[in-house]
Nanobody, 125 residues
Framework: QVPLIESGGGLVQAGGSLRLSCAGS????????WGWFRQAPGEDREFVAA????????KYGETVKGRFSISRDNVDTMVYLQMNSLEPEDTAVYYC??????????????????WGQGTQVIVSS
């Protein structure tokens, strides 16, 4: 089990910023990949970003490149998603997820075994 708890969502105006946090307990293996996904109403779950816990290598979805940044805190077992220049299209529930057996950083949600409950982000125009 890798319990994940997201926080930091909320309401923000377009052009603003938010930082999401994901706290994990038990997910301290250096082999894990931690990811962020989002899902808007009526849409499929979309890959946002991921980071390899060991190497720090990152991967981003095309729609957020240059605006979002993922980082990890090895000491506190936290993963962050810094979101800048937010747009109304970024409105979604954001989920933290962990891939326990990665051979690389995957963007497909089915590769991730554990998920948090999600945190809502609303970007007003």
């Amino acid at each position: 089990q890798v319990p994940l708890i997201e926080s930091g969502g909320g309401l923000v105006q377009a052009g603003g910023s938010l930082r999401l946090s994901c706290a994990g307990s038990g997910g301290t293996s250096s082999n894990y990949v931690w990811g962020w996904f989002r899902q808007a109403p009526g849409e499929d779950r979309e890959f946002v970003a991921a980071v390899s816990w060991n190497s720090g290598q990152t991967k981003y979805g095309e729609t957020v490149k240059g605006r979002f940044s993922i980082s990890r805190d090895n000491v506190d077992t936290m993963v962050y998603l810094q979101m800048n220049s937010l747009e109304p299209e970024d409105t979604a529930v954001y989920y933290c997820a962990v891939d326990l057996r990665p051979s690389r950083i995957y963007s497909a949600p089915e590769e991730y075994e554990y998920w948090g409950q999600g945190t809502q982000v609303i970007v007003s125009s």
